[in-house]
Nanobody, 123 residues
Framework: VQLQASGGGLVQAGGSLRLSCAAS????????MGWFRQVPGKEREFVAR????????YYIDSVKGRFTISRDNAKNMVYLQMNSLKPDDTAVYYC?????????????????WGQGTQVTVSS
């Protein structure tokens, strides 16, 4: 599986961005998908995950009510809609795929990673 993330950019606090992640492969719908973010000098942080069917979703507390993860299995796409953005959301965002569907927030459990897209939120 190859993943390609896009949609990052510079936005003012309170603004919105929609990240997209395009996946290759015919088994995309079987993969649990996650979004992570990382700032320089810190470990990669889990943000959200969505099950293969899209029926099970989980967010970290700091993004609940502001971010929405979704997927379109027909298009091999996963999205992260980010609203009410804050400067603390500034990071490189990565999409990742877990082929075993382990419902974990641990980065090393994910098998495939996109290249990352920069999100910068100005105050």
């Amino acid at each position: 599986v190859q993943l390609q993330a896009s949609g990052g950019g510079l936005v003012q606090a309170g603004g919105s961005l929609r990240l997209s992640c395009a996946a290759s492969g015919r088994t995309f719908s079987s993969y649990l998908m996650g979004w992570f973010r990382q700032v320089p000098g810190k470990e990669r942080e889990f943000v959200a995950r969505i099950s293969g069917s899209g029926g099970i979703i989980y967010y970290i507390d700091s993004v609940k009510g502001r971010f929405t993860i979704s997927r379109d299995n027909a298009k091999n796409m996963v999205y992260l809609q980010m609203n009410s953005l804050k400067p603390d959301d500034t990071a490189v965002y990565y999409c990742a795929a877990d082929r075993l569907g382990r419902y974990t927030s641990i980065a090393r459990a994910y098998d495939y990673w996109g290249q990352g897209t920069q999100v910068t939120v100005s105050s």
